[in-house]
């Protein structure tokens, strides 16, 4: 299985991104993976921006994301979405899709990440 994320860039404060993920693994494989978004910052550690569970469609979002990024997918396409509204320079980010087997399970499959950056 293979994670490939697309859409991120350098934006200026208040301005929105949306990035994509695609998952080669068959439809009804993909639909059965918790997909997660998360992000590490220069110096920083990994963190968990949001994730969208598998199979009951349950969002979740880190606190500091809440109202301004929303999380979905869409498994006829094999891919999952990040919309980012009023970006802030504290988001950027290397932004990574992952993919977990079983809801509450640490992600099995990780793609190479794409940069997001916020500065004016």
């Known amino acids: 299985v293979q994670l490939e994320e697309s859409g991120g860039g350098l934006v200026q404060p208040g301005e929105s991104l949306r990035l994509s993920c695609s998952c080669t693994?068959?439809?009804?494989?993909?639909?059965?993976?918790?997909m997660s978004w998360y992000r590490q910052a220069p110096g920083k550690g990994r963190e968990l921006v949001s994730s969208?569970?598998?199979?009951?469609?349950?969002?979740d979002y880190a606190d500091s994301v809440k109202g301004r990024f929303t999380i979905s997918r869409e498994n006829g396409r094999n891919t999952v979405y990040l919309q980012m509204n009023s970006l802030k320079p504290e988001d950027t980010a290397v932004y990574y899709c992952?993919?977990?087997?079983?809801?509450?399970?640490?992600?099995?499959?990780w793609g190479q990440g794409t940069q997001v950056t916020v500065s004016s």
């Open positions: 969208v569970f598998s199979p009951i469609g349950t969002l």
């Open positions: 693994a068959s439809g009804n494989t993909f639909s059965t993976y918790t």
């Open positions: 992952a993919a977990s087997t079983s809801a509450w399970a640490l992600p099995t499959y």
